[in-house]
T-cell receptor
Framework: GDSVTQMEGPVTLSEEAFLTINCTYT??????LFWYVQYPGEGLQLLLK?????DKGSNKGFEATYRKETTSFHLEKGSVQVSDSAVYFC???????????FGTGTSLTVIP | GAVVSQHPSRVICKSGTSVKIECRSL??????MFWYRQFPKQSLMLMAT?????????EQGVEKDKFLINHASLTLSTLTVTSAHPEDSSFYIC???????????FGSGTRLTVV
C-alpha cells in the first residue's frame, strides 16, 4: 500500500547547522509529495511540495527534491535558525484522491 | 488564507465519557473535511472523510459507532469519541479541502488523554 517512512527524531541542532530529514515513500500510483511543518500550538502548515519526478520544492530556505529512482523526498536546509524548531511531517497524496499518507513526524529543536 | 480552527487543543476525560472535538473553517466553506489520528510513534492516519449534509465515510478498522462525525454545515465538522477508553488516547487533527489553489488546510490538533 501507500506509505511514507520518515527519519525518527527528535533532532537537536545548533543554530546555523545543516539539516537533513530523510523521507522515503511507497506509492501505487503517481503521488505528489509534501513537507508540512507544525509549530507549537498551531496547525500543520504546508512548507513545500513537488508534484512530479525531479521537481524541487523550496520555501523559507528549505528544499526537497522528488527522486523517483530512490523514492525519496529528503528535506534540507543549509543553516537552521531557532525559529525553525517545530515538528516536520513528510506526506504523499495520490493525484487521484484526497487522502494524505503521512510519516511519523520529526521533532526538530534548534538551540542558540 | 484558509484557516481551520480546532478545539479543544487538549482534553483529559474519564474512561466511559464522551468527548467532542470541533473543527471550524473560518473564512471559507468546507464541503469536505478529513479526520486523522496519530498514536505515539506512529503516522497520522486517516480515520474518516465527512461531507456536508451526508454520512461520513470511515476507513477500514475505524468504528463508526464509536467515532461519530457530524458535518451539518459548510463551516463546522465535529468528531465525538463516545464511551472513551484509554486506548483512544491519541492526537486527532482535522483537515479541509479548499477550492482553488489553496489545497488542503489543517487544524491545530487535539491531544486526547483518557484516564
Amino acid at each position: 500500500g501507500d506509505s511514507v517512512t520518515q527519519m525518527e527524531g527528535p533532532v537537536t541542532l545548533s543554530e546555523e547547522a545543516f539539516l537533513t530529514i530523510n523521507c522515503t515513500y511507497t506509492a501505487t500510483g503517481y503521488p505528489s509529495l509534501f513537507w508540512y511543518v507544525q509549530y507549537p500550538g498551531e496547525g500543520l502548515q504546508l512548507l513545500l511540495k513537488a508534484t512530479k519526478a525531479d521537481d524541487k520544492g523550496s520555501n523559507k530556505g528549505f528544499e526537497a527534491t522528488y527522486r523517483k529512482e530512490t523514492t525519496s523526498f529528503h528535506l534540507e536546509k543549509g543553516s537552521v535558525q531557532v525559529s525553525d524548531s517545530a515538528v516536520y511531517f513528510c506526506a504523499l497524496r495520490l493525484n487521484t484522491g484526497n487522502q494524505f499518507y503521512f510519516g511519523t513526524g520529526t521533532s526538530l529543536t534548534v538551540i542558540p | 488564507g484558509a484557516v481551520v480552527s480546532q478545539h479543544p487543543s487538549r482534553v483529559i476525560c474519564k474512561s466511559g465519557t464522551s468527548v467532542k472535538i470541533e473543527c471550524r473553517s473560518l473564512d471559507f466553506q468546507a464541503t469536505t473535511m478529513f479526520w486523522y489520528r496519530q498514536f505515539p510513534k506512529q503516522s497520522l492516519m486517516l480515520m474518516a472523510t465527512s461531507n456536508e449534509g451526508s454520512k461520513a465515510t470511515y476507513e477500514q478498522g475505524v468504528e463508526k459507532d464509536k467515532f461519530l462525525i457530524n458535518h451539518a454545515s459548510l463551516t463546522l465538522s465535529t468528531l465525538t469519541v463516545t464511551s472513551a477508553h484509554p486506548e483512544d488516547s491519541s492526537f486527532y487533527i482535522c483537515s479541509a479541502r479548499v477550492d482553488g489553489n489553496y489545497g488542503y488546510t489543517f487544524g491545530s490538533g487535539t491531544r486526547l488523554t483518557v484516564v
